[in-house]
């Protein structure tokens, strides 16, 4: 960019993307200027010049957290604009203006930089801030960008999607009013409080588990908020009677401990016993058969890690109790 600041023909080009093109630059060199309503240092209503770097967006939350921008953020119309800065969006930026102008802090670090020229079909090539724009304000006012150095210092800021499981609301004195809610304050006076409450979102909370803790078979639910702790799986359970009755005296046995027991007594084939006990991802599993019980043994199956072990039907109960507690030997 050249010391001097030039006007240059931008006739075709209105916003940053065509500007840039126009002028083969990159976006980081250049600002782009949003006009918002708000309000001058005497408290008169009047619109305001945000600026922020080309390849940046402004953070609308922040900017309407300044004092010379009104609450809630409202951007001014194209007549607006064009009375203001003289020319219509598209052509705008900071130099020469009576308004006040607040430009984010990486715009500010700029040397040089590409702006509009309140002109319309024209931008400036190589405005500096110091000489070409009389007054301004610095301010945090842009969202942040995966790459950004982390407000700790370590490393860099990634951006990830997440989900949203809680809720915040500010509702200030409207409930308090219509209550004639009201606190003492400092001086012993009555006055109508402030109010805000939150919410959790149960089924959120569900799917951001399970988006944590899943593998390729289903769903690996942590203990904490499992539906059920423990699931039997019996095989053959509608023909064998040894494993009927092997089932519901575990099943009633458990259950009396106070332990939360699903039964699979579906008469399916183990294959789809098998899936749909993965799918639904009960932590703990006991598969009942008529093999494992002429050995004596029921096995048991961590949904997890995926370990396997024969239980002795002798002292099931008080294994299966053990390893829902973590305290198997």
């Known amino acids: 960019l050249p010391d001097t600041m030039e006007t240059v ?13 126009h002028l083969s630059l990159s976006a980081q060199h250049c600002v782009k200027t949003l006009a918002v309503h ?26 309407e957290k300044l004092t010379h921008v009104s609450e809630p953020l409202q951007f001014a119309s194209d007549e607006e604009v064009e009375q ?13 203006l009576s308004i006040p102008v607040i430009v ?18 024209f931008h400036y090539l190589g405005a500096q801030w110091e000489r070409d724009v009389s007054d301004y304000m610095v301010a945090d ?42 606190v ?14 939150y919410g959790i979102g149960v089924t959120r909370v569900m799917a951001a588990a399970i988006e944590q803790n ?21 095989l053959n359970l509608h023909k064998s009677e040894a494993v009927r009755k092997t089932t519901e005296s575990l099943y009633d046995r458990l259950q009396a401990q106070g332990i939360d027991v699903l039964l699979d007594d579906r008469n399916e084939r183990p294959g789809v016993k098998f899936a749909d006990m993965e799918l639904i991802g009960v932590p ?35 294994q299966i109790i053990a390893l829902l507690s973590g305290n198997s030997a």
């Open 184 to 197: 003492l304050n400092e001086q012993g006076k009555a006055e109508i409080m402030q109010m805000g409450c």
């Open 9 to 21: 023909d931008t006739a075709s080009a209105h916003s940053i993307p065509e500007v840039c093109a």
């Open 38 to 63: 708000g309000q001058n240092q005497d408290g008169e209503p009047c619109i305001v010049a945000l600026v922020v770097r080309g390849d940046h967006e402004l953070n609308e939350i922040k900017a």
């Open 104 to 121: 984010d802090r990486s715009a500010a670090e700029l040397q040089r930089f590409v702006c509009g020229a309140n002109k319309q079909g």
């Open 284 to 318: 703990h599993q006991l598969v009942i058969g008529d093999k494992s019980l002429d050995r004596n043994v029921i096995e048991y199956r961590s949904r997890r890690s995926g370990e396997k072990q024969d239980i002795p039907l002798d002292n099931a109960l008080e």
């Open 214 to 234: 899943h593998d390729d078979n289903g769903i690996l639910w942590p203990e904490s908020i499992a539906p059920f702790q423990l699931a039997l799986v019996p």
């Open 84 to 96: 203001a800065f003289g020319a219509k969006p598209g052509c705008i930026g900071p130099a020469g």
């Open 141 to 182: 006012i842009r969202n942040v960008n995966a790459g950004d150095p982390s407000p700790d210092g370590e490393g860099t800021l990634e951006i990830k999607r997440g989900i949203e499981v809680g809720h915040i609301f500010q509702l200030g004195d409207k409930y308090s009013q219509a209550m004639n809610a009201s």
